[in-house]
């Protein structure tokens, strides 16, 4: 069983639609949540990070974590084209992992005009 | 905008032959990681340094190998390419200290082997 599950998609919706993504994980003892975004032949870019459970917003992006249910979330409000890219969670231990990472595989997210 | 450089992007080498990835950065950060990704699938971490002389292996095992004789640069190394390596490697560098870890990331190298 893998540590962190992330359903793949693609995920496809029309532009200015809310855009729900989630992951599960397994290890209760994960305490850093992060959303990162990738574009086709690029690198990851970190979008949003949560300590602990809770909500936290940034413009059109909201991100969720639930630690009691072991699931995380990423809203994308009013989704534009220029959002269509691959969505990884990530999630570590804190600061005694030396930033080990666990990444979902990713959900490929398609936002048509 | 992160500082963090791979070369080549992409290359395309027949088995056998000896490669070296190169990643370098120049933000002064003392942690950087290699990553294995391919479609569909998770990164996953093949190598991680803490600082210079530091090396050690990640959670997915690899015939790979690395160095860091300088904090800002961290080559990997294929002796012997095999059709088994294909795949998308990914550097990226953080700073050694902080709460988090907000990893950046390079655009990658997509590596085919024939």
């Not at chain 1, 693609?10 to 574009?39: D, H, K």
């Not at chain 1, 459970?53 to 409000?77: H, M, P």
């Not at chain 2, 056998?16 to 971490?45: A, F, N, V």
């Not at chain 2, 959670?59 to 294909?86: C, N, Y």
Request: net charge negative; charged share 20%.
């Amino acid at each position: 069983q893998k540590e962190v599950e992330q359903d793949p998609g693609p995920l496809s919706v029309p532009e200015g639609a809310i855009v729900s993504l989630n992951c599960t994980y397994s290890n209760s003892a994960f305490q850093y949540f992060m959303w990162y975004r990738q574009y086709s032949r690029k690198g990851p870019e970190l979008l949003m990070y949560t300590y602990s459970s809770g909500n936290k917003e940034d413009g059109r992006f909201t991100a969720q974590v639930d630690k009691s249910s072991k699931y995380i979330s990423l809203f994308i409000r009013d989704s534009q084209p220029s959002d269509s890219a691959t969505y990884l969670c990530a999630m570590t231990l804190g600061t005694d992992s030396w930033g080990k990472l666990q990444f979902g595989a990713g959900t490929q997210v398609v936002v048509t005009p | 905008e992160a500082d963090i450089y791979q070369t080549p992007r992409y290359l395309v080498i027949g088995t056998g032959k000896k490669i070296t990835l190169e990643c370098s950065q120049t933000m002064g950060h003392d942690k950087m990681y290699w990553y294995q990704q391919d479609p569909g699938m998770e990164l996953h971490l093949i190598h991680y340094s803490y600082g210079v002389n530091s090396t050690e292996k990640g959670d997915l095992s690899s015939e790979s190998t690395v160095s860091r004789i300088r904090t800002e640069h961290f080559p990997l190394t294929l002796e012997s390419a095999r059709p088994s390596h294909t795949s998308q490697y990914l550097c990226a560098s953080s700073a050694l200290s902080g709460r988090y870890n907000e990893q950046f990331f390079g655009p990658g190298t997509r590596l085919t082997v024939l």
